[in-house]
């Protein structure tokens, strides 16, 4: 089994910039792929960035050149770095680890952690 636990979260003003961390306990494996999704209300869950062991990330384009994933593999720890926040940031953030499997791939999910971007 996996746990995922983030922290990190809070209130900003806008331009302002927070540190998200989530760490994962359990059986975790290189092959894993980890990242953020983030869930306004009355919104759908998106995809916000994510990263592999090897260091390849992918970005949505709303926060490209804003945020940073960062992955510490012997911690089993991921970041996310976001700076010049805006009020639409604003939504709970999920940490996520995704493992391939035979049949597909099977996620895993943080309990979440809000961020809220308001002056």
């Known amino acids: 089994q996996v746990q995922l636990a983030e922290s990190g979260g809070g209130l900003v003003q806008p331009g302002g910039s927070l540190r998200l961390s989530c760490a994962a306990s359990?059986?975790?494996?290189?092959?894993?792929?980890m990242g953020w999704y983030r869930q306004a209300p009355g919104k759908l869950r998106e995809l916000v960035a994510t990263?592999?062991?090897?260091?390849?990330?992918n970005y949505a384009d709303s926060v490209q050149g804003r945020f940073t994933i960062s992955r510490n593999n012997a911690r089993n720890t991921v970041y996310l770095q976001m700076n010049s926040l805006k009020p639409e940031d604003t939504a709970v953030y999920y940490c996520?680890?995704?493992?391939?499997?035979?049949?597909?791939?099977?996620?895993?999910w943080g309990q979440g952690t809000q961020v809220t971007v308001s002056s």
């Open positions: 996520n680890l995704k493992r391939p499997t035979v049949v597909g791939t099977r996620d895993y």
């Open positions: 359990g059986s975790i494996f290189s092959f894993d792929a």
């Open positions: 990263i592999i062991s090897g260091g390849s990330t």
